[in-house]
């Protein structure tokens, strides 16, 4: 069955070791839309972080998707939220107090700005408040309203200080949350039932497509959800070992234009 809709990680996959798309990708991205297939942004980002791409690849209008903060959103690339998954008050100053216990920086994100209690505001927060475009605010646990909508909280600290702090993790903080590390420095604890490859089911399906139909590409832990769903499954050559265990095609690194080999190889008809 032909590939009718392909899901793309970002950070380590669509874009390039400095963060940019090289022409190739965005060469093969149009090439398949030119054939009539959906090409959706599957990323940890928000909205604002994936908008500067989406305008490079000219993907416009209220029917093209992207799913955002790891599965938490799904949304049309005009903003019209399509799915929506988000954390309570109470889950925030839960998790806020864990990260205390156990050592770690933590920020969470709403749908347009980063939060952190931390006063001496990690590295880490502001990398990704430059990567995203998203600005920080500072606010204490009392200081946060507690109507805000939480997209995702992280966990975010030196490599070194977050494995250990991880070990640290009551078990049932595991049953309470989706708990997926995107990066060696980010841990992310979002609603149970968001995951990249619930999300862009969901989507899939409201769009007509069964996972035969569509092709997942992606390389870290939390791009390995939508690899499981999605039948023509392709883990990039600089993905961790689960990725490549999980992907039925293993393409090129995202060095090497690894996208747009997969797009040319597996996607496009001949």
């Known amino acids: 069955m032909s590939v009718k809709l392909i ?22 991205v149009q090439a398949a839309r030119a054939q009539g297939i959906k090409v959706v942004l599957c990323t940890g980002r928000p909205l604002s972080g994936v908008t500067p791409f989406l305008k490079q690849l000219a993907i416009t209008g209220d029917d093209e998707y992207v799913v955002t903060f790891n599965g938490a959103m799904a949304q049309t690339v005009e903003g019209r939220i399509i ?66 909508p939480i997209v995702k909280c992280m966990f975010i600290d030196d490599p070194q200080i977050l494995t250990a702090a991880i070990k640290k993790i009551p ?29 862009l089911q969901v989507l899939a399906e409201r769009l007509g497509f069964t996972a035969d139909e569509v092709m997942a590409i992606g390389d870290q832990g ?32 995202n060095v090497q234009d690894g996208v747009a080999h997969a797009i040319n190889t597996w996607a496009l008809a001949k």
């Open 222 to 253: 939390n791009d390995l959800s939508m690899l499981k769903y999605a039948t023509n499954s392709v883990a990039m050559g600089n993905a961790i070992p689960q990725a490549k265990a999980l992907a039925k095609y293993e393409t090129k690194t």
């Open 171 to 199: 078990a049932e903080i595991y049953d309470r949350y989706y708990l997926v590390q995107s990066e060696a420095y980010f841990l992310e604890l979002m609603n149970p039932e968001a995951s990249k490859g619930r999300t």
């Open 83 to 148: 799915t929506s998954l988000t954390l309570s008050h109470n889950d925030y100053i839960d998790i806020e107090a864990l990260s205390r216990k156990i050592g770690v920086h933590c920020h969470v994100e709403s749908e347009d700005h980063i939060y952190t209690a931390n006063a001496n505001i990690s590295p880490y927060t502001v990398g990704e408040s430059f990567l995203v475009n998203m600005p920080v605010r500072y606010r204490t646990a009392e200081q946060m309203r507690s109507d805000l």
């Open 7 to 28: 899901a793309i990680d970002m950070d380590g996959t669509l874009l390039n070791e400095h963060s940019e798309l090289n022409p190739a990708t965005i060469q093969a």
